[in-house]
């Protein structure tokens, strides 16, 4: 009794002496601080995206005009054909793209170097050559060079003779490749015709595509938003009509960001189907694992052939043209991951994968099966451990293009004065490289945790499972704002790791006029079949719609 009574008065004491801390003005001062960070933490993410709604609602929104010229609202397969036939002519097309260009590139900084001249003569010796061919030879060209004729763009990250390839680094900005990429050159053969070479971030190491030399690249749909990154050049030129096919590299979501938030089809294809040869810089180790060159495009239907064409000798590994096995045909599908430093999608996110999980169900005939992963409380780390590298040159050697390092600290300090040599992103993942913040048995540990994920994740796919997820969380956020949530990388870099095949597909336009899609990720080598996924999205939803629509 005496115990009970002890801890009553021990109790009312300390809650008396709480409150007489908290009349103090300091310890109110204190108290209100504790719990506007603990509501910081908590509402972080919606805190960012008020703020930046905010700040930009001050700035008119401008977007690309809706493209009406009607060559340039051709898939590259239909052009290629109406090509063939004598229908249009390669030159038409190609200056129709040109003009296009010219209209929307001062605001949208997509294409970085052109070669439009070179170009133009191209389009004209096709025309005469195919004016004189006859049926059998023009059936051969069908079956040898099925885009002849065709506009493409490539990132700027990939060599091409007489281009540049700065990779968006200062230091570089007179740097002219001496040799073609391998996957261009397939491109080139198979008849595109070359308009130039696209954006992309310093090092392409971010999904905001900006750097010192270009300046940033903007959303076609609303410029004060970003378009995505790494590709984001491809992304923002082809939804804006100034190209119908295009190629881009993806290690962490790069391919799937700017086709997600430009409203358009990117396929991230299986590991070695597409040679990365040519692709700067230069990745070794598991990261060359996690690296994928894919196309980019308008029509999904343009995915196939131009694929085809990518892949080479390793076509067919792949599949494509092949019908879906509908008898087989699993789904799966991914709401969110349980990472709490990856942003929580938002209901138009959400709203739009259950409409896509819903129409395949519907289409296949089958239940999809929601899929939870214990590992992805720390998927960032697990990305984090699969990108370290003791072989290959650290950022901040990279960044200065001549074989010395740069003081990443010292870099940081000077760029937020103002004194900005190199971008942030670049400078951030450069300090993370020096800090070395995982460990080699954290690594070690994350690695298995990785290949353990892997094998799961391969077992519940079989042969003919798609999983169908958000690519990123929400729509294009502002210009910036990537900063602030830049580990929102991580649902797409996911599939990197665990180096499967995807792709990404428009499903709706939200209520600030923004695309919205979701990735469909299939087991190894399914590519073709993710195609197939994608065509029928594509009848579904509408695929790319053309801004103000």
């Not at 969380?473 to 929102?488: D, S």
């Not at 299939?522 to 103000?548: C, H, N, Q, T, V």
């Amino acid at each position: 009794m005496e115990l009970g009574h002890f801890i009553m008065d021990l109790f009312m004491w300390s809650m008396k002496s709480s409150c007489n801390f908290l009349s103090s003005t300091f310890a109110q001062i204190v108290f209100s601080l504790i719990l506007i960070l603990t509501a910081s933490y908590y509402y972080r993410f919606s805190i960012v995206r008020v703020y930046f709604r905010f700040i930009n609602s001050f700035t008119p929104r401008t977007s690309v005009s809706t493209p009406t010229n009607p060559l340039l609202l051709l898939s590259a397969k239909k052009a290629a054909r109406m090509i063939r036939e004598r229908q249009i002519t390669s030159e038409s097309l190609v200056e129709a793209y040109i003009s296009r260009i010219k209209e929307v590139n001062p605001l949208i900084i997509a294409l970085v170097e052109d070669g439009f001249e070179e170009a133009i003569a191209l389009a004209r010796e096709i025309d005469v050559k195919l004016d004189g061919a006859s049926k059998m030879e023009i059936e051969k060209i069908a079956r040898d060079q099925p885009l002849l004729g065709v506009p493409i763009s490539i990132k700027e990250c990939i060599e091409i003779e007489k281009y540049k390839c700065t990779i968006g680094i200062l230091a570089r900005k007179d740097i002219v490749s001496r040799r073609t990429a391998p996957t261009v050159r397939r491109l080139l053969d198979a008849g595109c015709v070359l308009l130039g070479k696209t954006n992309n971030p310093e090092v392409c190491l971010s999904f905001y595509t900006t750097n010192q030399i270009y300046g940033t690249t903007r959303n076609p749909y609303d410029t004060r938003r970003i378009p995505g990154g790494s590709s984001g050049g491809e992304g923002a030129l082809i939804a804006a009509g100034g190209s119908v096919i295009g190629v881009g590299s993806d290690i962490a979501g790069s391919v799937r960001f700017p086709a997600h938030f430009c409203g358009i089809f990117g396929l991230k294809t299986s590991v070695g189907v597409v040679d990365a040869e040519g692709h700067l810089p230069v990745i070794t180790e598991f990261r060359s694992q996690m690296l994928s060159i894919g196309p980019l495009c308008r029509y999904a239907e343009d995915l196939e052939e131009t694929t085809r064409a990518m892949a080479g000798p390793m076509v067919d590994k792949i599949r494509l043209g092949q019908p879906l096995d509908e008898s087989s045909i699993k789904l799966f599908f991914l709401t969110n991951l349980d990472d709490p430093k990856v942003e929580p999608c938002c209901p138009e996110t959400l709203a739009a994968l259950k409409r896509a999980v819903f129409a395949l169900e519907d289409r296949f005939r089958i239940k999809g099966k929601e899929l939870k992963f214990p590992c992805t409380k720390h998927t960032v780390e697990l990305i984090a451990a699969s990108m370290h590298s003791d072989t290959q040159d650290p950022v901040k050697r990279i960044l200065t293009g001549k074989g010395t390092d740069i003081n990443s600290f010292l870099e940081l300090a000077r760029f937020f004065i103002g004194k900005k040599e190199f971008t942030f992103p670049s400078l951030f993942v450069s300090v993370l490289e020096e800090l070395d913040l995982i460990k080699e048995p954290v690594r070690n540990k994350l690695h298995e945790e990785r290949d353990a994920l892997a094998t799961e994740l391969r077992e519940k796919l079989g042969e003919n499972g798609f999983l169908i997820c958000p690519s990123y969380p929400t729509a294009a956020p502002y210009h910036v704002q990537p900063t602030l949530t830049m580990f929102n990388f991580a649902l797409s870099g996911l599939f990197n790791v665990m180096r499967l095949p995807a792709v990404q597909c428009p499903v709706t336009i939200n209520k600030d006029g923004m695309p919205i899609g979701i990735q469909i990720v299939g087991p190894e080598y399914s590519d073709g079949a993710l195609i197939k996924i994608a065509e029928e999205m594509e009848i579904i939803f509408g695929g790319w719609k053309p801004m103000g629509q």
